[in-house]
């Protein structure tokens, strides 16, 4: 059963914006930190942005004063809003949370280029 669905994806030139959006099909959405991570090619995946379930953020320092994450609970949604984009932001973007038992979920990941 698919629990995250990314989505906002796609090819941007360095300087522009793009939003990504992560759809959690499941209850109980409100409780749950969220974070964003993201994959470049022959790199390990890193974590760029976290919201907690009472809406602290943090971010990773390569995206500070850039990158926003924000949620919507009455839409089970988290979103990305990344502005100045940079060629080195080029990644697949993944949304993520951890339940209470642990377990980790993830969604498909929607790819994000740079690019002129």
């Known amino acids: 059963q698919v629990q995250l669905v990314e989505s906002g994806g796609g090819l941007v030139q360095p300087g522009g914006s793009l939003r990504l959006s992560c759809l959690a099909h499941?209850?109980?959405?409100?409780?749950?930190?969220m974070d964003w991570y993201r994959q470049a090619p022959g790199k390990q995946r890193e974590l760029v942005a976290r919201i907690t379930s009472g809406g602290s953020t943090n971010y990773a320092d390569s995206v500070k004063g850039r990158f926003t994450i924000s949620r919507d609970n009455t839409k089970n949604t988290v979103y990305l809003q990344m502005n100045s984009l940079k060629p080195e932001d080029t990644a697949v973007y993944y949304c993520?949370?951890?339940?209470?038992?642990?377990?980790?979920?993830w969604g498909q990941g929607t790819q994000v280029t740079v690019s002129t």
């Open positions: 993520h949370y951890r339940n209470s038992y642990y377990v980790d979920y």
């Open positions: 499941r209850s109980g959405f409100s409780i749950y930190d």
